[in-house]
Every structure is written in structure tokens, then in C-alpha cells.
């Protein structure tokens, strides 16, 4: 079946360097993309997403690339601080709308070193 | 206030038994979800209800049983709870209009 999945399952960077978690999709009819955080114990927590009509979102340190060409979506955190540790989710929804919930890729683990 | 709220944090219970999850959210949200969380912490849509209609039911045995009294509440009732059925398990709202807001999930540890 069609899936979202990640690159790399652990990242680790030193405090204050920009990362980038990247993400691979394959279902092309996908037009809806999130990227989640979530620390130990908690649910995940919004950070930013990108419809498919836009190659490009910002928001407080963070952007999203979405590469529909390749079938690839990347976080990046600028300036990376010890509370950005958490595991990082990509999502999709693939039917555009309704009550479809969302595809989770498999996740990775944000390190970040003093 | 908490949007999307989830009791029990933690359950634990022994195989055999029938136990529920609740979930409510007040977001004003037709459609609410539920997801699973295995131990390597892949997250997987369970069911799906829109306006207390059952939209989405992927392939999970039939011991769950989501049941929705109001479009603010969706609950998980699960039967005779087996060894696998240990995971977190989050309730979600939203859509793709709203976004998706998680709760802070259950975890489940049957014993």
C-alpha cells in the first residue's frame, strides 16, 4: 500500500545548528501535509503544514519544503534549542477533504547535544 | 482548556477483560479519530466518525467498538483485551480543512 515514511530514524545536532528531517511520500493524490512533534508521554503537537499548492511555508523557526516532483517534504529548524528534542512526524491526507484521517510516516528521533 | 481530552493517561488490566477510553473535544469539530501508537511508536488510523457516522474503519478486530453519543465525543470500547492491544492510543479531531488536533493519548498495558 501507499505509505509516508522517513529517511533517517535518529538525528542528532548540536545545540543551535539548523536540522532537517526529510520525509518521502508516495501517493501522489496527496494534497495535505503536517509535521507533528511529540515528547515523551505527550500527543502530537502541531508545528506546520503545507497544501499542495505551495512549495514553501514558514513559521517561527521552522519551514517546510514540499517537492511534489519527487514526492519529498523536509523540516527544517533554524537554530535548534534543547526543548526541539522529540520525535518528529510527517502526515499526509491523501483524499483532499472529508473525514479521511491522516497517514503517518514512521518517525524520527531528534537529538539535540549541549 | 484542554481541546481534545482523553481519560484514563494510563490503563492497565488484564487480559480478558473489557475496558473503555473516552474522548471529548471542544473544538466544535464534526470528525474525530481515533489512532494506535505501537511500541515503535508508529501511528495508525483506527476508525473515523463524522458527525456520529462511522466513516473509517480500518482493519482492526471487531473487540473494538468506537461509539460516538454526540459529534463531541467519540469513546473506545475494546472486548476481551488481548497481549497486542498494549499501545498508546490518541483520540484526534479535525480535518482537512481545520487541521488535526491529538489528545494526550492512553497507554494501554494489558497484563
Known amino acids: 500500500g501507499e505509505s509516508v515514511g522517513l529517511h533517517l530514524p535518529t538525528l542528532s545536532v548540536q545545540e543551535g545548528d539548523n536540522s532537517i528531517i526529510n520525509c518521502a511520500y508516495s501517493n501522489s493524490a496527496s494534497d495535505y501535509f503536517i509535521w507533528y512533534k511529540q515528547e515523551s508521554g505527550k500527543g502530537p503537537q502541531f508545528i506546520i503544514d503545507?497544501?499542495?499548492?505551495?512549495d514553501k511555508r514558514q513559521g517561527q523557526r521552522v519551514t517546510v519544503l514540499l517537492n511534489k516532483t519527487v514526492k519529498h517534504l523536509s523540516l527544517q529548524i533554524a537554530a535548534t534549542q534543547p526543548g526541539d528534542s522529540a520525535v518528529y512526524f510527517c502526515?499526509?491526507?491523501?483524499?483532499?477533504?472529508?473525514?479521511?484521517?491522516?497517514?503517518f510516516g514512521k518517525g524520527t528521533h531528534l537529538i539535540i547535544q549541549p | 482548556d484542554t481541546a481534545v481530552s482523553q481519560t484514563p493517561k494510563y490503563l492497565v488490566t488484564q487480559m480478558g477483560n473489557d475496558k473503555s477510553i473516552k474522548c471529548e473535544q471542544n473544538?466544535?469539530?464534526?470528525?474525530m479519530y481515533w489512532y494506535k501508537q505501537d511500541s515503535k511508536k508508529f501511528l495508525k488510523i483506527m476508525f473515523s466518525?463524522?458527525?456520529?457516522?462511522?466513516?473509517i474503519n480500518e482493519t482492526v478486530p471487531n473487540r473494538f467498538s468506537p461509539k460516538s453519543p454526540d459529534k463531541a465525543h467519540l469513546n473506545l470500547h475494546i472486548n476481551s483485551l488481548e497481549l497486542g492491544d498494549s499501545a498508546v492510543y490518541f483520540c484526534?479531531?479535525?480535518?482537512?480543512?481545520?487541521?488535526?488536533?491529538f489528545g494526550s493519548g492512553t497507554r494501554l498495558t494489558v497484563v
Open positions: 503545507i497544501r499542495s499548492n505551495m
Open positions: 466518525y463524522n458527525n456520529k457516522e462511522l466513516i
Open positions: 502526515a499526509e491526507n491523501g483524499k483532499g477533504g472529508g473525514a479521511d484521517g491522516l497517514t
Open positions: 484526534a479531531s479535525g480535518g482537512w480543512n481545520y487541521g488535526y488536533t
Open positions: 473544538l466544535g469539530h464534526d470528525t
